[in-house]
């Protein structure tokens, strides 16, 4: 993320967190010009100039990651699923989707990242990601809180790095972390609680909207998972269901968190790494 002055952060965060809320709609760029309260015929750039990629490119991104979300874990029809992602075709969504995932969608429903852990050996599993059990160093975050769908929480990254920017606090060594702090299984999706973080190693003053977090160390069972960010349910679904209960552990009473290795903009879904982290006692 480039430096920015406050006021530019803001006006940039209100674009993206509109763009992420209103994925089903028209995002004209003449809207997104005036929630920004920029020039229509410069805000593009800036936004460019500083997420490094074009409004068309996030919105197709966050689309097609909806979508494939959906073959993953719905049955809702392809050509439903299309539309929802704005494509006036399936045939233009099968295009655009092969081309961001590698598979065209029927085929990715049956045999995408989420499949495997669909398998009914834990060894199928284990032969693709390696889990370990680690000691983890406690840690501290600088974090935006979110809240709503795990999803969506690229809205707060967004604004996070943002107000860093604008902050003169971005460091290249930064590590990016997901705190998921409610079971999705019990809370509803509107009501999820989470945190969008980056480690720090020296205490700064977390004025709104940062505030300061903290990871307990201890035991976790680290799940390196390859692939899209909408296949990850399967995955958690075998790390609690399966790995475990053959463990001989528990969980200890402490959030999962994620952490994140390289970059939604400018890395391929299927080559996404992440850590997923589950604290154990």
């Not at 069972?221 to 609690?240: C, F, H, I, N, T």
């Amino acid at each position: 993320m480039k430096p920015v002055s406050e006021s530019y952060a803001n006006r940039l965060t209100r674009v993206s967190s509109y763009i992420h809320d209103h994925l089903d709609d028209d995002l004209n760029l003449d809207v997104l010009a005036e929630i920004a309260c920029l020039s229509p015929y410069h805000w593009h750039r800036i936004y460019q100039a500083s997420f490094g990629e074009t409004v068309a490119a996030t919105a197709k991104r966050l689309r097609l990651q909806r979508a494939a979300a959906e073959l993953a874990h719905t049955n809702k029809p392809i050509p439903q699923i299309a539309a929802r992602a704005q494509y006036d075709s399936q045939a233009s969504f099968t295009r655009a989707f092969s081309a961001a995932f590698g598979l065209p969608p029927a085929k990715y429903r049956e045999v995408g990242a989420h499949s495997v852990f669909k398998s009914p050996t834990a060894q199928d599993v284990q032969a693709m990601y390696d889990v370990a059990v680690t000691q983890v160093p406690a840690m501290t975050l600088i974090a935006v809180d979110h809240r709503g769908s795990y999803m969506s929480i690229g809205k707060s990254f967004d604004l996070l790095f943002t107000t860093l920017a604008a902050r003169n606090l971005i460091r290249p060594d930064l590590r990016m972390i997901g705190v998921y702090l409610d079971d999705p299984t019990h809370v509803p999706e509107s009501e999820l609680k989470s945190q969008a973080g980056v480690t720090i190693s020296d205490p700064l003053n977390a004025d709104a909207p940062l505030l300061t977090t903290r990871i307990r160390g201890g035991d976790y069972a680290v799940l390196k998972y390859k692939g899209p960010y909408g296949d990850m349910r399967a995955a958690y679904d075998w790390l609690y269901g399966q790995w475990l209960p053959a463990s001989g552990r528990d969980a200890a009473d402490a959030p999962v968190f994620e952490e994140y290795l390289n970059n939604p903009r400018d890395t391929p879904p299927t080559e996404l790494r992440t850590d997923i982290c589950l604290p154990l006692k």
